[in-house]
Every structure is written in C-alpha cells, then in structure tokens.
C-alpha cells in the first residue's frame, strides 16, 4: 500500500503541474481563482422562494400593504410606478398582485 501511495502522489505531480502549464499564469505558474458559478441549485432556490413567500403572507397579515394604500398613491399622485417598484423591492407586492394592479389601473 505504501508503494501506491508514493505513486499517486507522483501522478497528483504531474496532473497539477500539467494543469499550471496549460491553465496557470504564465509567469508565475499558479492557478487561477475560478469564481463561483452564478446558478443557484434548486433546493437553495425552493428554500428561498419560500422564505421569501412566508415574509410576504407576514407583512400581508401585519397589514403593510393594502388595494388602499395602492390607490391612495395614485389619487395623491405619486408615481404608481415607482410605488410598485419600491414594494416588489421590500418583498411585499407579487408580481402577480402588480399584473393585477396594472390592469385595473390601466397602467
């Protein structure tokens, strides 16, 4: 057993120093940095849709946003727009809910 791990170590050698040859620097010979990859798994992103789903139905059921808090914005003149974008930034609005706004409101 001893004998196959000094081997391996050897054939590691070689499979990192070919690496650094064909990917590396080539001044400095050392690998570089891959960053991560930018997909996010399906389970990272069921767990966050359903965090995210659960502070929705909480600020719902605390009563921070309301048809009446919408249309009082449009009636004082407020930018229905930036009111939208600002709550879908907050995690309060749906994307449904804001279909549902612009419809009604034509906008």
């Known amino acids: 057993m001893a004998k196959f791990n000094e081997v391996q170590k050897r054939r590691r050698a070689a499979i990192a120093d070919r690496k ?5 620097d080539p001044l400095t010979g050392k690998l570089k940095q891959k960053s991560q990859p930018l997909s ?9 849709f359903n965090k995210w789903r659960r502070e929705q139905k909480d ?13 009082m914005a449009v009636s004082e003149g ?4 930036l009111f939208l ?21 034509g906008y």
């Open 20 to 24: 650094r040859a064909t990917q590396g």
């Open 40 to 48: 996010i798994s399906g389970k990272r992103k069921r767990k966050l």
């Open 59 to 71: 600020a719902v059921a605390k009563g921070l946003i309301t048809m009446q808090d919408v249309e």
């Open 78 to 81: 407020i930018a229905l727009h």
């Open 85 to 105: 974008c600002l709550s879908i930034i907050r995690g309060v609005l749906t994307l449904n809910s804001m279909k549902e706004i612009r419809t009604i409101y």
